[in-house]
């Protein structure tokens, strides 16, 4: 059967687990920033990533 300690202890690790990437960002505002930087990331990555294949299709000189 399942134990109820080990259910419970298991959740409480799941939560740790989970609010510590929260608790890096110390605010809400952090988050938002952090979130931010990621998605300028791609979508950089996406631009140089379309710039090379143009470049390799002979459409960008």
Do not use: F, Q
Not at 26 to 38: L, P
């Amino acid at each position: 059967m399942h134990d109820p300690l080990v259910n419970r202890s298991l959740l409480l690790a799941g939560l740790i687990v989970l609010s510590m990437p929260l608790a890096a960002c110390n605010t809400i505002e952090g988050a938002g920033e952090d979130v931010e930087s990621v998605g300028d990331a791609v979508g950089e990555s996406a631009d140089e990533a379309g710039e090379e294949m143009g470049e390799e299709a002979g459409e960008i000189d």
